[in-house]
């Protein structure tokens, strides 16, 4: 290099974290704590009922408390916003409910008041008088049912990946997706064996420990936007089209998140907090409890029945699956995780003829949206409980059985891409060395039986989507990276700065990264998917090799070649002055599904693998069972930063662990039982398995930065099938709805019905 | 209705004036900018409202700020205060013990808490030690390693 700098290797090394001290010392800045002079704090009044119209809603009595500044209803919001209406699949959801309420928990009015308490108070005075409407919750019956949620379907237009929304109206259908290949029917009629099974998964929350928060700030032609979202980009877009204004009329910032999951994507609290600013001229924040939470946004529920015909010689010739995914409410992004999970769900194996739908369907709950996997962990938990099945039946032992029907490297997965970079045998080579397959395991006492079970699952990145970074370096040869990326645990900050680091020969710990900021930073899709690393990434490291190119050409021209950084800006501006800025952008290149026979070549940039083998202890007379040993493998391509991958993996695969084994938001006629941590548990100390190991398989991805790709979902894949496998290892039942409670498993054990599902 | 308390805060006489109603991460953070401890399930279940009073670690969200009344509070801004960071904290760091750090703070008085009554905890104590805290990240596996870490660092400086 023309510019004398430092020669240590960045990526591949396990920097800590760039903000460790601020966290361990309670500093790091959070939106959940930040204060604005003059605020009020918004209380949310909700729906208590399913489905209904709103017939009047009664303010007065709240109006009346001492302290209020006001109540605002969805009528007052159409005063300033005309069309409140938001959403990156349908423009479907309301700022505050407008004519309809869908669900119990909708937001329906806003008490404002500089006291949250007094706004707390307030708002329990609201009462609402409705006409109610009968209700549909399960996603199947909603498929076909006569209550519609939405009258009609206003598709956003936002996404090209979600170009096939119909304007539709009259049904609870958002998008049904179709994929076609080969001739199912006719291979199905030739099979030596069918098999056909239905899986169940329930409705999850992410529960990030910082609830949904966001402050806004007005201005006079402007808003500022202060807000634990995963998509700054996106929500800036979203508010400046609902107001009528142009992008740079709306500042959107975000800070460190205290996780996010997925429910921090899109719009969730932004557009009413951005219409009552601007109505109260006031800044106004709004930071839901943690019982709200629950009211925003879930993991989708799904019914998935799936059917496979197999030869005499074990291999998989017809694959057949329909998958019903619950979206609730709103369709949030429910669409998207139907069509571009929903192509993956005949599995990892090599079929000639599948043939697969997938119905985005409304009902009166929640809306549901993205979660740690993206539709992924539910379609794994039916394709790879199936295939143990058939590999019981068969009498064929599940690894072999699994070898037999792979999807091997540069073989086209059934939406016609073919498998590149993607480890999926040595994953699953892997799994079983950990496991000792080979050797006969331990079955346990009659009381306390042993079993254990395998899984493996893939999916796609999204596409096609773009990411713009900015590389600064200042004149005292310091650097500074501007991107949009949103750390919200993963590690992103510091992954970033290793890569602009190895670029420029710097040191990692001393690169500033500026957080996401719209008047500041450049555009970024949004953190969702594992697809930082890889898109974001690529736009950092093009940003850092454009900054570079352009200080060598700035030492070139100053007469200052081989000399450092400092000493290349003084040489050109006659002191300590000046930048060299880079710019690096990113977008993969994609080809669209087809609408009739979902094909595509080119669907995805990269492909995540992952697994886990699952070794479990049931005791025989109470259904009760522990997972004695955990190993998560996950194809990783080339690590940036080793030990925060490691800690995606095991972290994704322990909160897997509380979606297998307790986690479930229980419904009675539409309205939530337990919106606490105290009746819906997550994962603590206690509930670890045993033996916990967190492996990966390194495989350079090509395309990926420094040979990378995105990890933070991996290893959800195979958690929830391994341990229901196991389970049917030990005590030869099996269980078909997730959560797997010892509950369900005595019922299984004793022939008695399973629970109703919600 | 407002009551006028005075009580000791991380080493510094102070005193407020608090409603019956506020608890005491209101108190702190509204009236002293400590924003350490944080308010999440506010049903006392997860921990991210950890301090300490009177040397007993307690959640700030169901613990109302007149009971600080003459009361030595402790939180999690004190571990640092000095410059250098407490042994805990570098702990932590070195074993990639957090994520998004919303947890971190509880996680580390109550390692802090835990190494004084018992130096050299094994696994299983640690568990057991912190099954009050909640990390939906779940750094479960590196907060052991973490707290093994700060046991021995603890007992090196005290040698």
């Avoid at chain 1, 302290?67 to 309301?94: C, E, K, M, N, W």
């Avoid at chain 1, 039986?449 to 699952?457: E, L, M, N, T």
């Avoid at chain 1, 953190?527 to 060598?552: F, I």
């Avoid at chain 2, 350490?36 to 300490?52: D, F, I, N, P, Y």
Wanted: aromatic fraction near 8%; charge should be negative; include cysteine.
């Amino acid at each position: 290099m023309a510019v004398k700098t430092l020669n240590v290797d960045q990526v591949g090394r396990s920097v800590a974290r760039l903000e460790s001290r601020q966290k361990v010392s309670g500093r790091a800045e959070y939106v959940h704590n930040m204060k604005l002079p003059g605020m009020l704090y918004g209380k949310i009044f909700r729906s208590r009922i399913p489905h209904g119209k709103i017939r009047h809603i009664d303010t007065t009595a709240a109006q009346r408390v001492d302290g209020v500044f006001s109540v605002v209803t969805g009528d007052d919001v159409r005063t300033l916003v005309p069309i409140p209406y938001y959403g990156p699949a349908f423009h479907d959801q309301p700022v505050l409910a407008l004519e309809k309420v869908r669900y119990v928990g909708e937001p329906v009015a806003v008490v404002l008041a500089r006291d949250p308490h007094v706004a707390d108070q307030a708002a329990q005075l609201i009462e609402a008088e409705y006409d109610e409407l009968r209700a549909v919750y399960d996603e199947v019956e909603a498929a076909t049912a006569t209550i519609h949620v939405h009258e009609i379907l206003k598709p956003a237009g936002t996404f090209p990946d979600l170009k096939y929304l119909e304007g539709r109206r009259d049904t609870n259908i958002a998008l049904d997706f179709q994929l076609r290949r080969g001739d199912a029917g006719r291979a199905f009629a030739a099979a030596d064996y069918v098999f056909e099974h239905t899986f169940h998964t329930q409705t999850v929350m992410h529960t990030p420990l910082e609830p949904l928060v966001s402050l806004a700030e007005p201005g006079d032609d402007s808003v500022t936007i202060f807000t634990a979202s995963q998509s700054p980009s996106f929500v800036r877009m979203e508010i400046a089209r609902m107001l009528g204004w142009s992008e740079n009329q709306v500042r959107v910032r975000t800070a460190f998140l205290g996780g996010g999951f997925g429910a921090k994507l899109y719009i969730k609290l932004e557009a009413l907090v951005a219409v009552l600013a601007l109505m109260a001229r006031r800044p106004v924040k709004i930071g839901l409890t943690m019982e709200e939470q629950f009211y925003h946004i879930t993991k989708h529920a799904t019914t998935t029945r799936i059917k496979s015909g197999v030869s005499k010689e074990g291999r998989i010739v017809a694959r057949e699956c329909e998958v019903y995914w619950n979206g609730g409410a709103y369709a949030d992004i429910g669409p998207r995780v139907t069509q571009k999970s929903g192509f993956t769900a005949a599995g990892p194996y090599d079929i000639e003829n599948v043939k697969l739908d997938s119905y985005a369907v409304y009902t009166n709950l929640p809306p549901a949206g993205a979660l740690r996997g993206f539709g992924i962990p539910q379609l794994v938990w039916a394709y790879e409980s199936h295939t143990d099945l058939i590999a019981r039946q068969l009498e064929l032992d599940p690894i072999e059985f699994r070898r037999k029907n792979i999807l091997r490297e540069g073989r086209p997965q059934a939406v016609g891409t073919p498998m590149r970079d993607a480890a999926i045998e040595a994953c699953l080579e892997k799994i079983a060395d950990r496991m000792e397959w080979g050797k006969p395991c331990y079955r346990g006492s009659a009381a306390l039986r042993r079993g254990r079970g395998v899984a493996i699952g893939f999916k796609a990145c999204i596409a096609p989507t773009t990411s713009v970074a900015i590389v600064n370096i200042y004149a005292d040869g310091s650097c500074g990276l501007y991107c949009s990326t949103v750390d919200m645990g993963q590690g992103s900050d510091t992954a970033m700065a290793q890569i602009v680091a190895e670029v420029l020969g710097m040191q990692a710990e001393q690169i500033r990264v500026v957080h996401p900021d719209t008047d500041v930073t450049p555009y970024d899709m949004a953190t969702l998917g594992s697809r930082s690393t890889y898109h974001m990434g690529n736009a950092v490291k093009r940003a850092a090799e454009d900054a570079k190119a352009k200080l060598e050409a700035l030492a070139r021209e100053a007469g200052a070649e081989g000399s450092p950084i400092p000493d290349v800006f003084r040489a050109r501006y006659g002191m300590q002055a000046g930048n060299v800025v880079g710019i690096g952008t990113f977008i993969p290149s994609y080809q669209s599904p087809d609408k009739k026979t979902g094909h595509s070549e080119n669907v995805t940039p990269f492909w995540m693998i992952g697994g886990a083998g699952v070794e479990v202890e049931v005791d025989v007379e109470t259904g009760r069972f522990r997972v004695t040993k955990l190993v998560n493998v996950a194809d990783v391509g080339k690590p940036i930063n080793p030990k925060a991958v490691t800690t995606q993996l095991s972290g994704a695969a322990i909160m897997q662990l509380g979606h297998t084994m307790f986690e479930k938001m229980i419904f009675e006629d539409g309205k939530l039982t337990n919106a606490s941590l105290a009746d819906y548990k997550i994962p603590g100390f206690l509930d670890l398995p045993e033996d916990l190991t967190s492996e990966f398989v390194e495989a350079e991805q090509h395309g990926g930065p420094f040979g990378a790709k995105g990890v933070g979902e991996t290893a959800t894949f195979g958690v929830s099938p391994a341990i229901a496998n196991a389970i049917h290892d030990a005590v030869g039942v099996r269980i078909y709805s997730l959560p797997i409670t010892p509950e369900a498993v005595y019922r299984a054990m004793n022939g008695l019905p399973q629970e109703d599902r919600r | 209705m407002n009551r006028r308390i005075r009580f000791t805060l991380n080493g510094e006489r102070v005193e407020a004036d608090v409603a019956p109603h506020h608890n005491l991460v209101e108190l702190l953070a509204e009236r002293f900018d400590l924003v350490g401890a944080r308010e999440s399930c506010g049903q006392g279940l997860c921990g991210c409202c950890t301090v300490l009073v009177d040397g007993r670690a307690v959640s700030a969200c169901l613990y109302l700020a007149s009971f600080v009344d003459g009361a030595n509070v402790v939180t999690i801004e004190s571990l640092d205060a000095a410059g250098g960071l407490h042994p805990v904290q570098e702990a932590f760091i070195e074993n990639a013990a957090f994520q998004c750090g919303f947890c971190t703070p509880g996680f580390v008085l109550m390692t802090a808490q835990l190494l004084e009554e018992k130096p050299d905890p094994s696994d299983e104590e640690i568990r057991h030690y912190l099954s009050g805290n909640l990390c939906r990240c779940a750094a479960y596996p590196e907060i052991v390693d973490a707290v093994k870490a700060a046991a021995r660092k603890t007992a090196a400086k005290g040698r």
